[in-house]
């Protein structure tokens, strides 16, 4: 399993965070294990990294919904 400074670079991301053995929690400790959802691929990556990309990406779909319902309620 490597360590991927920002996960495996498949957009949008969508992980799952696997448990990892005591030993690994240890070494790393602020790094977490997930699997990509999109390659399958195990990567351990900064947890603050991974947690402010979905957080990113929520807020872009959040303003991508905005956009839209803005376009709908004035229509040209
Ligand atoms: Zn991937």
Known sequence: MKILKSGCG??????????????????????????????????LASKSIIEASLAAQREERFLDLQRLFITMASPP
């Not at 990892?20 to 990509?36: E, I, Q, S, T």
């Open 10 to 43: 498949c957009a949008p991301l969508a992980v799952d965070r696997l448990r990892r053995r005591f030993w690994m929690r240890l070494l790393l400790p602020r790094h977490r294990a997930y699997r990509c959802r999109h390659c399958e691929r195990g990567f």
